[in-house]
């Protein structure tokens, strides 16, 4: 397929994110074969006049990659949204037996077939706005039956709908009321037990936990990152969310694809982020929901060269929101990030931040042709609209998918 009249952003390194104003692609099968400039288009694409496609001058950009989710889940807490808007605190909610518990609770009680019903309208609205590519987490289970239901949800939801995903195992996610002041035997449970488990039924992509102090010592993270390891599992870390840790510095130390949130991160420890080559993945979904007031060290991030992705988070406490667009907002926005950073933190960013860089979030050749077309003039559009999406048309794998058949 021959895509012409194109205002292409590859979210290449080259100058201006490799805008190419009158571009054209062609696409073999789900590959990219050639892009560049129309007038440099080889004759034996030129001269093709069967499945030519025109762009009118649309922008064409990569498929959205949303890499931080935990959009399988049972039920909503717009109680504890109620809860925190009279002034009582997430951390508070969450030592009371609410928060992430109350989602543990409604995601053990519903079967594999109503978590995939129940998730869908999420993964579509994620859609609808472009993403092609998605990390779902487990970490509602806290139990090995319901941390590997909810992995096997994530598998049927995304190839239902031809999603390339990326399932991260969350064991270490909150402390379940079992092991109340055992929270070592919890940990000793999801090394010995519950991931080997979820391995073994073929669900598991990478490693994750939450390494906070309504979550799990740096010390526990680090034996869950021990057994990753040894299943040869990439990790990353929720980290530095609510309170400075150093559980992004170790994560990073032991080769984190990602550290992610790090509200709390200081400007510091940044040159040892970038060191390590981990990702920076900013989620100012939740930062917004939680009215946090201290923002992650954009600054230094960004003056240490760490590549900085953006993700929806989107879960049913911090960050119930299933706009990737709306994100790219509230990281221009709230934290200070460019247009084109955002968009870089939704693409090429959020690719590594998979560790799938070769393969997706840029449009160069021998790429994926998983791409976005969208009804803007310039790239800022996207970070700047809020509550319009001016998505077109999706290809996922070189295919136009039908929701959006142009
Ligand atoms: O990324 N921080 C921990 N986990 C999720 C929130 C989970 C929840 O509140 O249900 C997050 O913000
Ligand atoms: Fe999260």
Redesign the pocket.
């Known amino acids: 397929m021959l895509l012409r009249n194109a205002n292409i952003i590859c979210l290449t390194d080259s100058g201006d994110y490799g805008r190419i104003s009158d571009g054209a692609a062609v696409i073999n099968e789900d590959i990219i074969e050639w892009v560049g400039p129309a007038a440099n288009l080889p004759r034996t694409y030129s001269n093709q006049n069967e499945n030519v496609f025109d762009c009118k001058g649309k922008l064409l950009t990569p498929g959205l990659i949303d890499c931080h989710t935990?959009l399988v889940y049972a039920g909503n807490r717009a109680e504890e949204f109620e809860r925190r808007l009279q002034g009582v605190s997430y951390a508070e909610i969450s030592r009371q037996g609410g928060?992430?518990m109350a989602?543990v609770t409604a995601t053990r009680s519903m079967c594999e077939d109503e978590l995939v019903n129940d998730s869908r309208p999420r993964l579509h609205a994620l859609m609808t706005e472009g993403v092609t590519t998605v990390e779902i987490k487990s970490?509602y289970g806290l139990d090995t039956a319901t941390e590997i239901k909810m992995l096997r949800a994530a598998d049927r939801l995304t190839r239902e709908h031809k999603l390339r995903v990326q399932r991260t195992f969350l064991g270490a996610?909150a402390l379940p009321p079992e092991y109340a002041d055992r929270s070592d035997d919890y940990i000793d449970l999801v090394c010995n037990e519950m991931l080997p488990a979820a391995v073994e039924a073929g669900v598991v992509d990478a490693v994750d936990a939450?390494c906070?102090k309504i979550?799990f010592s740096v010390r526990q993270v680090e034996k869950v990152f021990e057994t990753a390891e040894q299943f040869n599992l990439p990790i990353k870390c929720?980290a530095e969310?609510l309170s400075n840790l150093q559980g992004a510095v170790m994560s990073a130390s032991r080769g984190a694809l990602s550290v992610d949130?790090l509200e709390y991160l200081s400007a510091d420890d940044v040159g040892n982020i970038a060191k390590a080559g981990s990702i920076a993945v900013l989620?100012p979904g939740?930062y917004y929901v939680l009215k946090e007031t201290q923002l992650p060290p954009v600054v230094a991030l960004r003056n240490h060269n760490v590549p900085m992705a953006l993700a929806t988070?989107c879960?049913?406490?911090?960050?119930p929101i299933f706009s990737p667009l709306l994100i790219m907002n509230m990281g221009c926005t709230l934290f200070g990030m460019t247009p084109l950073e955002a968009l870089a933190g939704f693409t090429i960013n959020a690719a590594k931040a998979l560790g799938c860089e070769d393969q997706i979030g840029s449009i160069e050749t021998g790429k994926k042709a998983d791409l976005a077309l969208w009804q803007c003039a310039h790239p800022a559009e996207l970070s700047y609209h809020i509550g319009l999406n001016p998505c077109s048309a999706v290809m996922q794998d070189g295919k136009w998918r039908d929701q959006a058949q142009p």
């Open positions: 935990h928060g992430i989602t970490g996610h939450f906070e979550g929720h969310q949130h989620l939740a988070d879960n049913p406490g911090s960050s």
